[in-house]
Every structure is written in C-alpha cells, then in structure tokens.
C-alpha cells in the first residue's frame, strides 16, 4: 500500500508541482493551502510536508497541535533561505528533518524515502518490545532470566492444552502465579480456579473438603456439600504443597486423574467432573517416593508437565526488574509518589539473598515504601529483614570430613544410629528422621537387610 503524504503550502504553484512530482514517485498526495485546513486531514497521513511560513497558525504551532494528536506521524518542514533557526526550532517540536527552498525535487523524494524507513523501523521496534514484553510478562510475573524465559515458553505451550502441571520450587517463587497464568491462557480461564492448600487442611478434614459429603456422612454433617473438585468442574483445581496429601486421599486423587470420578463421604452415588489439576510442592516428591511417603502412581500421573522454578538467589539478573514492577505497583496501591530506585538502592537488594524469594522482595519494597522519607527509595530506605539472612559458608569449608564421600558418610551415621537403637531399625529410623521403609531400602543398599523386622524395643540383627 503506498504512503499517504500531505502537503501544507500557501504558495498554489509550488504545492501543485510537489504534488504532481509525489503522485508520479507512487505516493498518495493530499495538500492543503493552511495548517487549518490540514489539521482535520492529518490524522491518515504518514508524512506531512509543511511549509514553516503559513497563514493564519504558523509551521511550529502547526506541529505541536500535529503531534499532540498524532505524535507518529512524521513531518519535513519547508524554509527559506536564512531560517535554519526556525528549522531546528522544528525538529525540537518534533519534525523529523527540514529542507531549504528551493530543492531539487530528487532530494525531496530521497528525504521523503530516508524519513519514512525510519519510521518503518522505529513501528518495527515498537512491535518486536511488546512481543518481548509479554514473552516476559504472564500476569504480573517479571522475568528475563534464561530460566523464567524457559518458563514462559513451556507455559504458552501447556496453558490451552488440559495436561496436568507439577509446580517445583522453594515457598514464595511464585508457583501460585504461574498456575493462574496457565489457567488464564487456557480455555478454561471463563470457568472457577479453586486453589487447595493442602498444608492448611486437617487431615481428618480433608477428604470431606475435596470431594464433598451427604447428610448424615458425620457429626455435624446437617446438609451435604459438594467438594473443591465439584466446584471446579469445567475450571481448574491448583493442589498446592500436593507432598502434605496422606495416603487414603492419595488414592482418590489418582482415581479423579485416571478416571475423573469419585465419591462424596458417605454416598456411593459416582460423581464425574471435567477438572484440570495443576499441582506444586516445595519439597522433593521422589524423595518422599523412596521414603514411602507419595504413591508412585500418583507421582507419574501428576508430573505430566513439570516446571521447576529456581529461587531468586539463582535468578538475580531479574531482581531489577521485579523491584521496579513492585515499586511503581505497591505505590499506586499505598497512595505513594514514589516510581523509582536509585542505583545505590538496587545494589542492596542485589546483595542480598533472599531466602523468602520474590514474596519476600515484595514484603521489603512494600515495607520500604511505606516508611521512606523521599521521592525515591535509596539505599537507606530499604528495610531487609536481616535476620533471615543465611549464614555465608565459606566456599573453602569442608562440608563432609576429609577423604570422605557422601555415600560413606551416610553408611556411617546409618551404622551409628542401628548401634545407639541396639539394632532396633524403628528405633534407629526415628534417630535419623527417616521412616522405617525409608531405612530399610538403605540397609538393603548397604547389604545390611535380611529381610526381618524387630519388634519395638526388641534387638534386631543390624
């Protein structure tokens, strides 16, 4: 599609010879005697050739009202001889570039050519910044990190797909976010997202809370309910901290993946739910897989899709970036004029480690505004919770005693407890926080297993 050029000239026989000579060029050519009678026009135009000299409003007010409309479009300005002042005073309101009369009609069309592939490339960059900026961005999630860029991508490729989602990461980087982010960018995002803590649920409790009860299903129970499952049919359920699930929900767990069915308390009427589960631990599953804690079943049927979300000590690239969204965020919210961090600033949050991650960042830069003196926050005015601060390990500390592996040392401390226990594996299990499953399959590791089990407070061969 060709440009749209227009041309502002009082002079009839000037305007009329531009015209012609654009038209030939391929441009399309609309002009005008006056700024006036330009300004309703300008707004389709993707240059403007102006004249300085008009009647009536003048070239530099004519720009200003140009741009305060438009400020894309581009515009040359037009002077005579001996009004280079006047030219630069242009390009200050905005002109893009300006031409002394008289010119040759070539070295209009070269400038014309020149200014509109700038404008081409600048529409370009502007473009190719916000394809960036929402590569980087899922709802409020900052990150430019290689690590959060990965993210984002296996993100955009699993949200409008139903495929379950396991979410790892250390408390507060952000698994709760990234599982609404899937959900918003699924096709479910019109339909309920139930979050589930399973931290905070009772075990006695939370099989009721799941998937519901009858009347009648127990003390207390005057009228049945439905589950967090029923309320999110069609939705998604986001499990959060899945490793605190014990065992006998487990079990309805896996049956609600596999099957998508299940049983309120209490009734034997098989209920059916559309449900995508989303999933996040703080803890190492497989571990709690070789200690007898998690299904195995359940643990494969979970981690279809995992994510893995390093800490923000292991990102540090994005705590610039996270500290400004939340200081122009959390200002807006607290009423504060403050927009901005200085460099001074910013190193101490560099510096620190962050062992709260990013809610933890959010905590102190909410706190440091609220209690900061001036338009920006400084140095002074970040207010970090030292005493969470971890204690520095020497990179030249030892961490096992010399000449010793990691394997040998756990043997050790395994024959140690077995010997205070006098053999007892239940017993010896407790001293090393283990379960006795857990203590078994290392004994069996060791060659040590044979296969019996004591009686508590009975000696077992160790």
């Known amino acids: 599609m060709p440009s749209r050029i227009l041309i502002v000239e009082d002079e009839d026989k000037l305007r009329r010879v531009v015209q012609l000579h654009l038209e030939s060029a391929g441009f399309e050519v609309d002009h005008a005697p006056s700024a006036e009678q330009a300004l309703p026009r300008s707004g389709i135009a993707d240059l403007v050739l102006t004249d300085l000299k008009l009647p009536g409003m003048d070239g530099l007010a004519f720009i200003k009202e140009l741009h305060a409309r438009n400020a ?23 002109a893009a570039d300006f031409l ?36 980087y961005q899922f709802d409020s999630i900052i990150g430019r990190s290689p690590a959060m860029r990965e993210i984002f991508q296996t993100v955009s490729r699993v949200a409008p ?3 379950t989602v396991l979410l790892a990461g250390e408390s507060g980087v952000g698994k709760d976010m990234i599982a609404r982010a899937i959900h918003q960018h699924s096709p479910r995002k019109d339909h309920p997202f139930v979050k589930i803590n399973c931290t905070a649920l009772p075990e006695n409790l939370m099989e009721s ?55 309120r308390l209490g009734s034997n009427l098989t209920r059916s739910v559309d449900v995508r589960v989303i999933a996040a631990t703080n803890v190492d599953l497989r571990a709690a897989l070789e200690e ?24 540090v690239e994005d705590i610039p970036f996270l500290a400004l969204h939340f200081v122009r965020k959390l200002s807006k919210d607290l009423g504060s004029t403050i927009a901005d961090v200085t ?33 920006v926050l400084d140095a002074s005015d970040i207010r970090i919770d030292n005493s969470r601060q971890r204690t520095a ?7 096992l005693p010399e000449g010793t592996t990691l394997e ?24 090393l926080g283990l379960t006795r499953n857990a203590l078994r399959y290392r004994l069996s590791q060791m060659g040590l297993d044979n296969g019996k089990e004591a009686e508590e407070g009975t000696p077992a061969e160790g």
């Open 209 to 263: 809370e799941l998937f519901g009860y009858e009347k009648g299903a127990f003390t207390g129970a005057n009228t049945s309910k439905p589950g967090k499952f029923e309320q999110a049919d069609k939705g998604t359920v986001f499990l959060d901290e899945i490793g605190d699930v014990p065992g006998n929900v487990q079990v309805k767990l896996l049956r609600i993946l596999q099957e998508r069915q299940f049983e």
């Open 408 to 431: 040998q040392w756990e043997q050790a401390m395994i024959r140690e407890a077995l010997r205070r226990a006098n053999g007892n594996k239940s017993q010896a299990a407790r001293l």
């Open 393 to 399: 390990v020497s990179p030249q500390a030892p961490i």
């Open 343 to 375: 460099p001074q600033a910013m190193d101490r949050l560099l510096e620190y480690d962050w062992p709260g991650n990013v809610r933890e960042l959010e905590n102190t830069i909410e706190r440091s505004i609220v209690l900061a003196s001036g338009s």
């Open 161 to 163: 797909t139903r495929a």
């Open 72 to 94: 894309q479009t581009a515009v040359i300005v037009m002077t005579a001889h001996g009004s280079v002042e006047a030219a630069v005073e242009a390009m200050k309101q905005g």
């Open 100 to 135: 002394q009369k008289p010119f040759s009609l070539e070295h209009l069309t070269a400038l014309i050519q020149k200014v509109l592939n700038v404008q081409r490339l600048q529409a370009e960059n502007t473009r190719l910044r916000e394809e960036l900026d929402q590569r």
């Open 292 to 315: 007898g804690r998690f299904r195995e079943d359940l643990y494969y049927r979970l981690n279809v899709v995992p994510i893995s979300i390093p800490p923000l000590r292991q990102r």
